[in-house]
């Protein structure tokens, strides 16, 4: 055992002098700890075992005794269990502690065992294959505890409510060196889904069980409550979702896992009322009797109807626009079946539209739909004016990669006029999309892509003024190393094909510049130009975008960037427009807030500020 050793009266005679003034003029101290003779990790260890010992509360003897307890007690979690310990000097500020840490124990005897269901459910099995002792290890608490838990929360979640140790044993042997461990888990039966039952819906319960990610009779994981509940949440028919395991019949009867369960134990049965326990061993017994296979959950499902009425209210500014106000109206249900209409009114100085969508939800709701809209444009910014009016239709798929695609018929009449010339033109064209967007977390994405990809056709032969093929495409990411370093990257392309671009209105036309495009230059002043010098718009497109953002302080970042880009009437064009700039980004409560100075390379006295509000995507 370890050597105890007596203070030096010295340091007995400073100490009873420095501690009252210390405590006099500071107040209650923690040790601080100088450690030597033991490993990194094992020190820090020490450290953090001394860290809340509060001196005042101890008697110079006692505080020595704790000081002694808290340091073998995290030592021994590395198998040090017979450390020498010397206490060299002790102030009212620091103690010294010189340290023999002696032999470590090994284990000498492993046994652990699964039993019941679970010891054919693979992630328990994957639990034990990752566990990292084996006999003639030195023994180490952290994975021995880690397991324990591992088979606790294992089996809450996926269902073995029965679950228990029957054995959990660590015998060691300081003397010996040597450590015998025994872990034997008893899982009890696998309970199941029962039936659900749904309370309080306005929408037609067919329509919410085709959403739910299980069937009775399936095996119990609470993964599936969780989900089932974001995705009744995602619908946007209710304003309050709850689904919860009915804890019934064997369930209420059990008593709480040992230690008291965890968070979602105690989530699952808050509603729940009181109910007298027993223990297992008795409710096994009448289990036995009465109801052998009483292992079905039936599932509650308790929701509240979402507003049929909401209204949303946006001011915002960018210097693309200057002051912009939007106004939001959306009916999240109108019918039983779950069809939503949304109406949204844009203004700004340079542009006014109104839109709408009536969604109709299909078998799947979150991902299949068809979609009515219809605008109403009005835009007057440079050499650009038009009112466009239009309808589209469309079929909507979401697939399990998250990817998007949508088959539309597009139908517009544009009066327009570009660059001096006129135009009023009626556009009948299929199209299709496929789009992705991934972000996390939403508000300021630190990982996150967005991807897009458009193709578009008209033809005379049905009506339409104009032939065309039109393809566009988009590429965006956002990636963050460590926590302080943040990068982002863009491309966009575009491109026609069409011996009719007279007719094209603006809204088909390409143009770049601006607060997402090529900062340096002014919102869409990039164009190939008429005659008159006037923006006419391009047949292609190419923009790109580099921008690299540090953490300054809390949600505050800088950024540096480079764009480059133009629009253009044939691919390879001779000198694409660069601009170089370094800007700010605060992290507001409404959203990020940027502020960018950018200098256009081919105007070297040229400098233009971009500001904007709200998320890259």
Not at 125 to 137: H, M, R, Y
Not at 276 to 290: D, Q, T, W, Y
């Amino acid at each position: 055992m370890g050597r105890q050793r007596r203070w030096t009266s010295a340091t007995e005679r400073a100490f009873c002098i420095a501690l009252p003034l210390f405590c006099v003029s500071y107040g209650a101290f923690a040790v601080d700890a100088t450690i030597t003779g033991v490993p990194g990790a094992v020190e820090r260890n020490i450290q953090a075992y001394l860290q809340n010992v509060d001196a005042e509360q101890y008697t110079e003897v006692r505080l020595e005794g704790e000081v002694r307890r808290r340091t073998q007690e995290a030592m021994r979690v590395f198998g040090y269990y017979e450390p020498d310990i010397t206490l060299e000097r002790a102030t009212a500020e620091r103690v010294w502690l010189e340290i023999d840490p002696g032999p470590q124990v090994k284990i000498e005897t492993l046994s652990i065992n699964v039993e019941g269901d679970a010891s054919n459910d693979a992630p328990f099995q994957d639990a034990l294959d990752a566990f990292p002792l084996k006999v003639g290890d030195v023994l180490r608490h952290a994975p021995w505890d880690r397991l324990r838990s591992q088979f606790t929360g294992l089996a809450i979640e996926r269902g073995y409510f029965d679950w228990g140790f029957t054995d959990r044993r660590m015998e060691v042997r300081p003397y010996l060196q040597s450590a015998r461990l025994y872990m034997d888990f008893n899982s009890g039966p696998r309970y199941q889904f029962g039936r659900s039952f749904i309370t309080g819906s306005h929408i037609e319960l067919d329509r919410l069980r085709r959403i739910q990610p299980f069937e009775a009779g399936d095996p119990y994981l609470a993964e599936d409550l969780v989900r089932y509940n974001q995705r009744l949440s995602e619908t946007g028919w209710f304003s309050s979702v709850s689904v919860r395991p009915r804890l019934e019949t064997a369930q209420e009867l059990v008593i709480a896992p040992p230690g008291g369960g965890d968070a979602w134990w105690s989530e699952a049965t808050a509603s729940q009322p009181e109910r007298p326990r027993v223990s297992m061993a008795a409710l096994a017994s009448a289990l036995s009797i009465n109801n052998p296979d009483n292992t079905r959950l039936p599932i509650d499902v308790s929701l509240e109807p979402a507003d049929r009425h909401q209204f949303e209210v946006g001011i915002g500014y960018a210097t693309d626009v200057g002051p912009r106000l939007r106004f939001g109206w959306q009916q999240p249900w109108i019918n039983q079946y779950g069809h939503s209409l949304n109406h949204d009114l844009y203004l700004s100085a340079p542009e006014q539209r109104f839109t709408g969508v009536y969604n109709i939800p299909l078998e799947d709701p979150l991902r299949d739909s068809y979609r009515l809209q219809y605008g109403v444009r009005n835009l007057d910014d440079n050499d650009t004016e038009l009112l466009e009016a239009s309808v589209e239709v469309a079929r909507r798929w979401q697939f399990d990669n998250d990817w998007v695609q949508s088959l539309y018929l597009r139908t517009s009449y544009v009066d327009f006029e570009q660059g001096g010339e006129a135009e009023q033109v009626w556009l009948l064209y299929p199209g299709v999309q496929w789009s992705r967007t991934r972000t996390r977390p939403q508000r300021f994405p630190l990982w996150g892509d967005r991807q897009q990809l458009s193709v578009e056709y008209s033809d005379t032969a049905w009506g339409s003024d104009a032939q065309f093929a039109r393809l566009t495409g988009d590429t965006e990411w956002i990636r963050t190393i460590g926590d302080d370093n943040r990068f982002l990257a863009r491309l966009s392309l575009g491109a026609i094909e069409t011996d009719d671009f007279d007719k094209l209105p603006p809204s088909l036309r390409f143009f770049a510049g601006g607060d997402r495009s090529v900062r340096g230059y002014s919102f869409e002043s990039l164009s190939p130009r008429n005659e008159q010098g006037r923006l006419r718009g391009g047949q292609q497109m190419l923009t790109s975008t580099l921008e690299y953002q540090r953490r300054v302080s809390g949600d505050w970042w800088g950024a540096t960037f480079v764009d480059t880009g133009d629009a253009f009437d044939n691919w390879g064009p001779n000198d694409l427009k660069t601009g170089a700039g370094a800007g700010v980004r605060w992290i507001s409560p409404v959203g990020p807030i940027r502020f960018d100075v950018a200098h256009p390379f081919d105007h070297e006295d040229d400098w233009r500020l971009h500001f904007s509000i709200g998320p890259e995507f």
